[in-house]
Nanobody
């Protein structure tokens, strides 16, 4: 299973970006998917997760600004980021809890996409 993220870039504070992450490979079921981020020198932190039934969790720091969604038919995860702040600057990584061949279940990680917010 591979996860390919895209959509990162350089944006001014107050701007918006939309990240995408597509899972491919031997996938029977894509369970919870999520976005995490890691800034230089910091630990990886949760941004938002969404189950295949639509149950959503957000970090307090992004509530009201970021929206997570998914297209189950395409095994694709999205993150709409509005009102971006310089402190949102980080590498954004997507993760997916995947069941393969209806037997094996594990969490996969993509390589991430870089988001830089200038002040």
């Amino acid at each position: 299973v591979q996860l390919q993220a895209s959509g990162g870039g350089l944006v001014q504070a107050g701007g918006s970006l939309r990240l995408s992450c597509t899972a491919s490979g031997r996938i029977s079921v894509t369970n919870r998917m999520g976005w995490f981020r890691q800034a230089p020198g910091n630990q990886r932190e949760l941004v938002a997760t969404i189950s295949n039934g639509g149950s959503i969790n957000y970090a307090d720091s992004v509530k009201g600004r970021f929206t997570i969604s998914r297209d189950n038919a395409k095994n694709t995860l999205y993150l709409q980021m509005n009102s971006l702040k310089p402190e949102d600057t980080a590498k954004y990584l997507c993760s997916a809890d995947v069941t393969s061949s209806f037997v094996t279940r594990r969490v996969y990680w993509g390589e991430g996409t870089l988001v830089t917010v200038s002040s």
